[in-house]
């Protein structure tokens, strides 16, 4: 009885992630490592970010296909990203083994704190003047995607924390553009986080298939949502959202108890 309550919570908490993260490009690990941290503990984090990444699998996959349809998806940039977001995922996997729960909590809190800084304080219209056909821009962002497929693996949050506020600022991309390029990325990492997860014994597998179902049924809403919301309107949720999981993650990997 208590697990099929545990795998009705996990398939709601999927649903709300799969929701968000498909509108929002963040792929719903910002939902599911905190909030399953909050149920299972911080000392489960490990597991929980596994569980986080094969969801996102699925959001990425199925997001992808509608952002592509609705003719949201740069396909160059999301190729062009591809191999260092690749990269960044196989050292993510490799770190993780090292770090404690605590230490990655509080990594989670900054990484998002981070991707809020850069849009809270982002000023003018959805295009920048710096064009992306610059080879400085090109390995500014090319970087930047190694440390999106690092978070990924090591945090369990598909990377978009990172992504969609470089897309933003260094490739010029509008925020809806920016947000289906930053899902199309996520499923390279997460596969590799997964595979790391199966070897190492890591995976909670009815949690994990829960989660999986509800990211799929909120993925699959997601885009259509995005399409029709002002730019202005997926910043604000994106901040407000963003910013109440940080400052949790980093209280609770610091030992403080917060609700």
């Given at each position: 009885m208590l697990l099929m309550i545990e795998e009705l919570i996990a398939l709601a908490i999927g649903i709300v992630a799969g929701l968000l993260g498909s509108m929002l490009g963040l792929g719903g690990g910002f939902v599911i490592v905190?909030?399953?941290?909050?149920?299972?503990?911080?000392?489960?984090?490990?597991?929980?970010?596994?569980?986080?990444?094969?969801s996102i699998i699925l959001t990425s996959l199925m997001s992808t296909v509608r952002y592509y349809r609705l003719g949201l998806l740069r396909e160059d940039l999301s190729a062009i990203l591809s191999v260092p977001?690749?990269?960044?995922?196989?050292?993510?996997?490799?770190?993780?083994?090292?770090?404690?729960?605590?230490?990655?909590?509080?990594?989670?809190?900054?990484?998002?704190?981070?991707?809020?800084?850069?849009?809270?304080?982002?000023?003018?219209?959805?295009?920048?003047?710096?064009?992306f056909n610059g080879y400085v821009s090109r390995f500014a962002l090319g970087?930047?995607?190694?440390?999106?497929?690092?978070?990924?693996?090591?945090?369990?949050?598909?990377?978009?924390?990172?992504?969609?506020?470089?897309?933003?600022?260094?490739?010029?991309?509008?925020?809806k553009e920016a947000i289906a390029v930053s899902v199309s990325?996520?499923?390279?990492?997460?596969?590799?986080?997964?595979?790391?997860?199966?070897?190492?014994?890591?995976?909670?597998?009815s949690?994990?298939?829960?989660?999986?179902?509800?990211?799929?049924?909120?993925?699959?809403?997601?885009?259509?949502?995005t399409s029709k919301l002002r730019s202005k309107t997926l910043k604000t949720i994106f901040i407000a959202i963003a910013m109440y999981l940080s400052l949790r993650m980093i209280l609770k990997g610091l030992g403080l108890h917060v609700p």
């Open positions: 905190p909030m399953l941290t909050f149920i299972y503990g911080v000392d489960s984090i490990k597991y929980i970010i596994f569980v986080s990444l094969s977001t690749i990269s960044g995922a196989l050292l993510g996997s490799l770190t993780i083994r090292i770090l404690k729960p605590t230490m990655i909590s509080i990594i989670f809190g900054i990484i998002t704190l981070f991707a809020l800084i850069t849009l809270i304080f982002r000023k003018g219209s959805e295009s920048l003047s710096i064009s970087l930047i995607a190694v440390a999106a497929g690092f978070a990924s693996n090591l945090l369990g949050i598909g990377g978009g924390l990172v992504y969609v506020p470089a897309l933003i600022f260094i490739a010029g991309q509008p925020i990325l996520m499923s390279y990492s997460a596969i590799i986080g997964v595979t790391n997860g199966y070897v190492n014994n890591l995976l909670m597998s949690i994990a298939s829960s989660t999986a179902l509800g990211v799929a049924i909120g993925a699959y809403l997601g885009p259509s949502i």
